[in-house]
Structure formats: C-alpha cells, structure tokens
C-alpha cells in the first residue's frame, strides 16, 4: 500500500483517501482478489481502478458505456502524466494504430474500452499478448437483467476476463439493488461478505421534495419560482429532447437564462453547454438523462425532475449531483398524471409481437453459412422486416449466445463503405487520385449509406424444425414480455416511493439495502418529513377504448396482421415498421390514445385483427400524379394537427 499513497499524493494531489477507497484498493493490489464497489454518484469509484493501474505491472483495462465519459478520463489521466487511452470507432487509423504499439510495448498503463469492442477478434488478439492485471468494469449494473440500464454486451464480459485469464477484477456501480449486486458478484466471483465495498445512498444534506400538478402550465409557473429564488446552479431534467427545447424557451421568455442538452445536438454544442455549466455560479441547464454523466460540479443546488424518472435508480443517480459540497440542497420531483404514458411507452416499447420474433428467428436458424462458416446479419434490414428495435435484436442475438450457446458474434463487416472528406482540399485529392485502384472506386461507387453486416461463428446446430424453432421463440417471447413488466413495475415503485407515508430519503436507501443508515428513520427535510403525510396523486389511465378513435386508427393503418403495432400507434411508441409506414413521427393520429390502458388496446385491436383472419395489407399501389402531390406537400405535413391532436413530432419520444 506505500505505493498506492505515494500514487495518491505525487499523481493525484490528495493526501488521504476518502471513505473506502483505501479497502477497495488494499482488497485489489494486497489481497489480489476481486471486489465490488457501490459507491453513490460522486463518490470517488475512478481512483479505486486508477491507483492501483499505476501499482500493479501490466495493463488496466476498463469497459465504459460513454465515449464521452473515456475521453474525459483518458484526458485528465494524461494531464496528470499517465499514459493512458480510450479505443474507439470515432478514432483515425494513425491514433488506433499508435495505441495498438504502445500497449503491445507494455508502455499502456490505463486503456478504456466500449463493451461492444470485445466482439472483436483483433483486439481481443491484440489483448491475449499482454497481462491485464486489472480489468474495472464501470457502470457494473448493466450487467443485470435485473437493472434498469440492463445491456445484453455486458453479460460478456465475464467470458472475457474468464478466457483472457485477468488476474483481478472491479466492478463499480452506484446504483445496484441487492438483487443486481448479487448478480454481478455470481457473474465474476466476487465474495458476497469481504468483497463489497459501499457507501451508504443517504445524504443528509439533501431534502427530497414531491410535488403534484394536473397540466404542464402549472409545472412551469412552480418551476420559474423555485428558479428564480435558487442560489446556485440548477438541473431540470425532463424525458424527451423536445421537452428539453420547449422548457428551455419558456423559462426564457420568463427572463431565466437556460442551456439545452441533449443527446440529439452535436458533440461540440454539448461540450460547450457542459463546459459552461461547469464554470457558471447560478447557470441552469435543461437535460435528458444524456446529461450528467461525468458532471462532477460540487455547488449544484437543486435538481428538478419537472417529468418522473423511468426508475429510481436513475432518480438516485441524478439527485446524487446535488450538494455534493456537502451544503443544503433540494431535490424536487414533479408528478403529473399525463406524464405517465411516455414512461410507459418506453417500458413497453421493446416488446415485439410473438409472431415477428418467431420469423426473425426462422430466418437465423434456417439461413445457411458463408464460405467461412460464418454467419451474417444485416440489424437495420432485420429490425424493418420484423418490426424489432435494434437493441431488441441484440439482445436476441446475446440470447442464443450466451443463454443457448448456438453462436458467437465476431468481429462486425460492412457490406458498404462511406467515403468522406474532411475538407474540399480532401476531397480534390481524391477525385485527383488516378492510381488503378481509385479508378476503379470511381467508376463503380454509388450514392448509398454504409451497410453494416453483424457477423457470428456457429458453435453448435441450432434447430431447424419449425415446431423447435417456434418452442424456442416463445422461451425467448416469455422473457421479453416478463422484462416489459419489470419496467412498468419500476414506474409503479417510483409512484410509491414518491407518494407514501414514510420518509424519501429512507425509502431511497432501502431501495438499495441501506435500511438503517438514517437516523431513526426520519431525514426531517423531505416532503414526508415536514408535512406528515405523502402527497395525493392518482394516475388515470381508460381502461375501456374510445371505439370512435379505435376506428380512427384502424382506418389510418391498414395492417391486421399485429394488434400491438395497432395499439404502438395509438399510443404513441416508435417502431421500425411504424417508422417505414409512415405511421409515426409526423403522422397526426400517433399518439392520439395515451391516454389509454396499453393493455386494454392491445386487446382491442386484436379483435380487429382477429375478424380479419390477421392479414398483412398489400402495398397500395399510388398513382404517380397521387406521389408527386405528395412529394410537393411533405415539408408543411408536419405542422398538421389533425385528429386528436396527438402527434406533432412524436416520433422523437425515445431519444435522449
């Protein structure tokens, strides 16, 4: 451990460890075993894998879910001397190829990864001639079907540290249930009693608050007062990027100066309105979730959920931004009854019907091998035919990978390539360029977008029966549905937690198995606390369907072949096939029936479909007058708000 301190003070410029971290990292480089750290956002998890990266011989790999969040690391990691680096596709040739050198050297102390690089064979080529002494996966919960950020690359990472023989493993998390701890500690045998290392959720300097309001403009009118009275900086977090846009506009035209961020703007705004958030003493900053991930700004004041988180471990996780300077701050969450449905149209939104997931499966266990032996799949094509969402399918393929051991992806090819220039001197050189082979290009490229081609090796037969195939698809059926009703149960739990009779800030530490961290149970700041009672908020969804805007959808859609297409359209969830259709985004009628039980729809169109023999609508053939009309009408078809008023731009609900 002398090497460790010395590391803390010479690189890191501190002079003592803070909370555990001295354990976790006696545990990594003395005890040379594995270990699990739960620490709440802004607790210090980097140093626990950076310290000792700089103790141990070999190389630190780290797996990141951000690109964004590596290249900050890597560059206050490079600001402090150590030579580290993050892979990833955004990268040239020349930079790839000088980090592939200097870890092969040995030179390499930290390098940071996305889960999806270990589909590699390259790089996993590349790390099997060097000695990873340590393997730190961040952001651990996504390895859990059990976590509400669950994401099927995840669950192979295990395999790689099992294969690739690293010596030491740390998983970090700041918000893992007891159910999800336990999984990630079966997944990489970690020791439930010595090898868990947590601080405890609670915050006493942070009073939780619940609110209930019945339309957005009272939303507002509360929101501008706590603004306008707030004494350091602010985060509102709200679901849609369009939310972001709108809520940004009006705080405006009350005379508070806001920023917008979100996943939908480029890199370069993002890290403008990040850089000036960071510097500003009373800024505010309208954000999805995209925001906050690597915020590590100690004078936050309050943040506001002006729309209910999805869980409560993406509450924990933003609140956590708060008041890290240990000074008074207030964590306010907004509860409306007509915010509900887009939480639940996320929930739901995964779910494909029964019958598309059984032909993509045909598809895959029908389809015979290339000349290698090897399988290939086009995601974006799969995802238009069956009406399946690109992570759907990859978790499909994660099933038979790892769940039936039938395949194992590899390194991805495309089938297309995009040629770009930087620059119109770039692209002069290359039009100037006459060797045989630029001749060639030339002579044959066509205006296309790059085709993307995701690759497998057969591991063992899969089943070419249709009745085995359709039994294995309603396996993997029941388990999509089940995880459709985890996600609406973790709305329903955000529910409770924000209108029972008991204390916020002890409900949010049992939820994460701290039950006795606050004091007699009672924070004495929260909602609860100060009032005596939770807050009165009933969500109202119609259990009965219009049958009048029943019709309406069905004359506008004429597929009768899945009631739940049918009943994404009413109530507002994009869909691969809703998409192609053009029976989203723009379309007037999408969305028009959120304010109805999903389930009860489901149910009602499928008895539409039913007395249609559930047929698949034949293409309308259009007349070519009929398509130029079209055509010269599209750019103000948008700004129609016909029907029900429920669609104007809809279809950006799902992107943060």
Known sequence: ????????????????????????????????????????????????YQIPALCLEGITLVISPLIALMKDQVDGLVQRGVNAANLDSTQGADRAAWIKQEVLSGSMKILYVAPERLNNEGFIAMMRQVKISLLAVDESHCISQWGASFRPEYLKIARFAEELDVERVLCLTATATPSVAKDICDSFFIDREAGIFRIPMYRPNLALKTEVFQNMDQKMARLETI???????????????????????????????????????????????????????????????????????????????????????????????????????????????????????????????????????????????AADGTLDFNMYKQAKDYDIRPNVLNLCYAQLELDYGYIRAI??????????????????????????????????????????????????????????????????????????GEAVEKIRKVIEFATNDDCLAQQLAAYFGDDNVVPDGMCGQCTFCTTGSGVEFQPIAQAVPDPYRIRHILDACPERD??????????????????????????????????????????????????????????LSVPRTAQKRTSSSSTSRGGYRGGYGGGHKRGRRGKY
């Open 1 to 48: 451990m002398e090497k460790a301190f010395a590391v803390l003070r010479d690189t890191f410029g501190f002079q003592s460890f803070r909370h555990e971290q001295e354990a976790v990292i006696h545990r990594l480089i003395v005890d040379n075993e594995n270990a699990l750290v739960l620490f709440p956002t802004g607790g210090g998890k980097s140093l626990t």
């Open 227 to 369: 603004l306008k009275d707030r004494t350091g900086p602010s985060i509102v977090y709200v679901t849609l990027q369009k939310h972001a846009e709108e809520v940004s506009n009006r705080l405006r035209a009350g005379g508070l100066d806001s920023m917008v961020y979100h996943a939908g703007l480029p890199s370069e705004e993002r890290e403008r309105v990040q850089q000036d958030f960071m510097m500003s003493e009373k800024g505010i900053v309208v954000a999805t979730i995209a925001f906050g991930m690597g915020i590590d700004k100690a004078d936050i004041r309050q943040v506001i959920h002006l729309f209910m988180p999805k869980t409560l471990e993406n509450y924990s996780q933003e609140v956590g931004r708060a008041g890290r300077d240990g000074l008074p701050s207030t964590c306010y969450m907004f509860l409306c009854a007509s915010d509900i449905p887009v939480l639940e149209g996320f929930a739901r939104g995964d779910t494909c019907a029964k019958r598309d997931l059984e032909l993509w499966l045909q598809e895959v266990a029908l389809k015979d091998p």
């Open 411 to 484: 390194t991805p090819f495309y089938s297309i390539y995009d040629i770009s220039a930087k620059s119109a001197s770039g692209w002069a050189q290359v039009l100037a360029d006459n060797t045989p082979a630029a001749k060639a290009v030339r002579q044959y490229w066509k205006m296309k977008s790059a085709g993307s081609y995701q690759r497998y090796m057969i591991i063992k037969p899969m089943p070419r029966a249709l009745k085995e195939i359709n039994y294995l698809s309603k396996l993997m059926y029941q388990g999509m549905v089940a995880r459709e």
């Open 562 to 619: 899945d009631p739940r297409l049918l009943a994404r359209m009413a109530f507002g969830i994009t869909s691969p096939r809703l998409t192609a259709g053009k029976w989203s985004t723009y379309h007037p009628l999408f969305g028009s029936m959120v304010d109805t039980d999903f389930n009860a729809l489901v149910a009602a169109f499928d008895m539409e479909c039913k007395k249609a023999g559930y047929a698949k609508a034949e293409p």
